[in-house]
């Protein structure tokens, strides 16, 4: 479509508010509107945290030359023509504001190029006014430089942080968009540094290698659906890569980074069993749903977006990622030879990479040098040496094959044979082609905790009387809190009672923790009540029956019976999700029967 001027019933419709407040919201309409043109390589160059310089490149349908002047103008689109399109728009742009209000605030230079012009334009403008424009050579694509931010509103230009802040502003930006849209070849240079290269090899997991590293590419879970009216499909990260706060929930749909507390509920509500309160999953997964069940006019940035349906979508989504993380293995595994974890990927060609992208069509300022990008294995010279030997595809094969097994599975339970203990800790157990090993304390602790959940939310929790009762002498601030929490101690089976002056007689504990010192319990309880006043109530719960949990289980260096440890280990098998402690540590390690041959170079 040709560019044109919206008309004033259309941009009366849409959702109002400033595109540009800083420099990474100009990187992010400029670089949408790259992805909007079709490129499939886009370079961002930025200096300063991009308050004196942005560049960004791409190998894009080019605007036609007739078309320059009107797309800086205020309102003027080629991605919509009327009101009704808004129901359906499958562009990342449509407010047509962009250009017009990043030319009136910087200094804008323009070079772009349609496949069936022969010239490239040159088009300057500053401030808003047109400086010049010229025919030159240039490749297919565009490249805008925008200079010197709010170099015209010194008002604006206080507000905008630190070139580091800024920059790191623009980091996120960019990370968002290679994840968005794992078809496109990114390059992020800043201040002549190469920071990220993305293949464009439509591979995700690549992305997440290139953006995350290593630990958290090789602890994916692959998830992909087709619901009615919509579909999904990307990773979820096994709990073990769990995260302080939400920035790693990244989702994307129609190829839109958004947040969305309909989904981001979804996801934490099926991660609840898995990850201990105040840990949030990673995930990077992408959602195609038909535009129409879709309102993305609802917020400036585009930031936010409407469903048409969204219980239906929050249902399917926690059930997805709830049957992922249930049903997959999610057993770190202990590395024999660190290459082994990740999949090397050699049909990647890095050459091949440099020839997607658009030379720059501008005067390059300094050469780049790509040493330091973080790029996948295969690209680093000493592991490639590595993949070249002929064990290469070998290693990948069982490293694939072990990640679909799932031996937790209810049918598989029966056949695990316990083989026995090693450092009066950890149990070896042998299940087919995998040794595991079971750590006794931290299997025991989510075992107790697990029943003890399960007595709390069955209202079935019983008390062990002692006899004699243990006393115990407080401070003012610990009877405080004994007082303000009484009724929560007597819910989860404890039996306190005044012992005169500042003691108190702890006559009865929960059955279940039986196992544990009543007063060294008791005191650690204290501790987490007065550490969690700003807890919500379910969180406060969890954490200190996680604390019991941790004082009742047995200890590592602690001899069990094999019998013992057999019914510990069956009953943990039994669990939802057996492979994590209530602390989020792991409970089992695995190793292969291949990985043990290989240490023994029986296979090469
Ligand atoms: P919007 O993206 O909402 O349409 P913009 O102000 O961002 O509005 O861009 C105005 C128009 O300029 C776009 O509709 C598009 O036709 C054209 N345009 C902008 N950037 C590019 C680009 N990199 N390649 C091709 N066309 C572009
Ligand atoms: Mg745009």
Known sequence: MSIRLLDQSTINKIAAGEVVDRPASVVKELVENAIDAGANAITVEIKDGGISFIRITDNG???????????????????????????????????????SSISAVAQVELVTKTADSFFATRYRINGGAEEGREEIG????????????FYNTPARKKFLKTPATEGNYISNVI????????????????????KIQTMGNNNLKDVIYVIYGRETAANLIEIEESFEKFSV??????????????????????????????ISKAIEEAYSGFLMQHKYPFCAFHITIEPEQLDVNVHPSKMELRFANGNYIFDCIRQLVYDALSHRELIPKAS?????????????????????????????????DFKNTRMPEPFETKRSEEYSKKVEPVVYKQAELFDDKMLLREENKADISVIGQVFDTYWIIQYEENMYIIDQHAAHEKVLFERFMKDYRECAITTQYLSPPSVISLTGHEEDLIKNNMQYLENCGFAIE??????????????????????????????????????TTSEVIRDRIATMACKAAVKGNNRISYAEAKSLISELMKLDNPYNCPHGRPTMISMSKYDIEKKFKRVL
Do not use: W
């Open 61 to 99: 349908c080019g605007i036609p030359s007739e078309d320059i002047e009107i797309a800086f103008k205020r309102h003027s689109t080629s991605k919509i023509r009327t009101a009704a399109d808004l129901a359906s728009i499958s562009s990342l742009g449509f407010r047509g504001e962009a250009l």
């Open 498 to 535: 005044p012992f005169g002056g500042n003691e108190y007689a702890v006559r009865g504990i929960p059955a279940r923790f039986s196992a544990a010192d009543p007063k060294d319990m008791l005191f650690e309880i204290l501790d987490a009540l007065d550490e969690n006043d700003r807890k």
């Open 336 to 368: 024999v030879d660190s290459h082994i974890e990740h999949k090397p990927d050699t049909s990647v060609n890095y050459t091949r990479v440099h020839e997607n992208i658009q030379p720059d069509l501008t005067v390059k300022e300094e050469k780049t």
């Open 233 to 262: 499909k990307g990773y979820i990260g096994k709990p073990s890569v769990s995260r302080g706060n939400r920035s790693f929930e990244n989702y994307y749909i129609n190829g839109r980074y958004i947040k969305s507390n309909i």
């Open 175 to 194: 990370e968002q968009l290679c994840l968005s849209h794992p078809e496109i070849s990114f390059r992020y240079i800043v201040n002549n540094q190469p």
């Open 138 to 149: 240039a490749p297919e694509g565009t490249t805008f430089i925008v200079r010197n931010l």
